[in-house]
Nanobody, 117 residues
Framework: QVQLVESGGGLVQAGGSLSLSCAASRISFDVFVMAWYRQPPGKQRELVASIGGDDRTKYADSVKGRFTISKDRIRQMVYLQMNSLKPEDTAVYYC???????????WGLGTQVTVSS
C-alpha cells in the first residue's frame, strides 16, 4: 500500500527556516514525480516544487531561490527546505507522488506551516 507521511511543519517567524520531510512507502522514485503542494487558507492547492525521476527540479516562481526540494532514494524520503519564509507561505503542505504514464496520483495528509509576521 502506497503511503506518504509528511512531518516538520510548525510555527516560525518571518525570515526563518523550516524543513519538511515526506516518508514514502512503496514508491519508486525512478518513475514517480515527487512534489510538494500547498493550500493556503481559503485558496486552492498549488504546486510548490517537484523533482522527477531524473532529479530535475521545478519551482513555483513565488518560492524560487528560497525553497529547495530533494530526495533520498535509499531512505525513501523527500524533503523541502524552506528559507526566508514569508507570511504568505502559510499553508498546509502536502507531499505528492505522480506517475503520469499510469495515471497514478497519491497524496499525504499534509502538515501545517504557519509563518508569523
Amino acid at each position: 500500500q502506497v503511503q506518504l507521511v509528511e512531518s516538520g511543519g510548525g510555527l516560525v517567524q518571518a525570515g526563518g527556516s523550516l524543513s519538511l520531510s515526506c516518508a514514502a512507502s512503496r514508491i519508486s522514485f525512478d518513475v514517480f514525480v515527487m512534489a510538494w503542494y500547498r493550500q493556503p487558507p481559503g485558496k486552492q492547492r498549488e504546486l510548490v516544487a517537484s523533482i522527477g525521476g531524473d532529479d530535475r527540479t521545478k519551482y513555483a516562481d513565488s518560492v524560487k531561490g528560497r525553497f529547495t526540494i530533494s530526495k533520498d532514494r535509499i531512505r525513501q524520503m523527500v524533503y523541502l527546505q524552506m528559507n526566508s519564509l514569508k507570511p504568505e507561505d502559510t499553508a498546509v503542505y502536502y507531499c505528492n507522488a505522480k506517475r503520469y504514464s499510469a495515471a497514478l496520483d497519491f497524496w499525504g495528509l499534509g502538515t501545517q506551516v504557519t509563518v508569523s509576521s
